[in-house]
């Protein structure tokens, strides 16, 4: 049988590792958000193109989920963007495709289209897709490290 103080040590090693895991885990970062813009939403439905954006989708070009326009001040570093040339017709097929997520038996199902923003409330870019939560890293260099739809489609109308 262990001693008491094997225990009491076995027991406060424990504690500690739980303590350092949880204080780890709540560094903090220069997370974004997205926040609702129905002017936003009105600019992809429209095929307006904002000056001094870059835009990119994510998915399959058969399937893309979300299409967001990054402002010159930013970059995105993932491969897991596309990007798309604004001048062609396949910048309006996207949009298109991006809209049919809501397609079917949910006809309250429809892109939204958002603000992406720093931490601290810079604007990043805008967003549309049905998916209407995301991860958002920005580091400081300005460089976008994540921009993840993170979520399912959502229901209701944008508020």
């Avoid at 596309?82 to 949009?95: A, G, N, V």
């Avoid at 049919?100 to 897709?129: C, K, M, N």
């Amino acid at each position: 049988m262990p001693s008491s103080n094997m225990l009491k040590i076995t027991v406060v090693l424990i504690i500690s590792i739980i303590i350092a895991i949880v204080i780890g885990g709540c560094k903090t970062g220069n997370f974004g958000r997205l926040q609702s813009d129905p002017e936003a939403t009105q600019a992809f439905e429209t095929l307006k193109v904002l000056p001094d954006h870059t835009y990119y989708f994510r998915g399959t070009a058969s399937l893309p989920r979300v299409i967001a326009g990054i402002h010159k001040d930013f970059t995105l570093n993932s491969n897991l963007w596309t990007q798309i040339d604004t001048q062609s017709d396949e910048f309006r097929r996207l949009i298109r495709l991006v809209g049919l997520q809501g397609t079917g038996a949910a006809e309250t199902i429809r892109p939204w289209g958002f603000q992406i923003l720093t931490h601290d409330g810079r604007y990043v870019g805008i967003w549309y897709s049905a998916l209407r939560t995301a991860s958002v890293d920005i580091n400081e260099n300005n460089e976008i490290i994540t921009l993840a739809p993170t979520g399912n489609i959502t229901r209701g109308g944008q508020r």
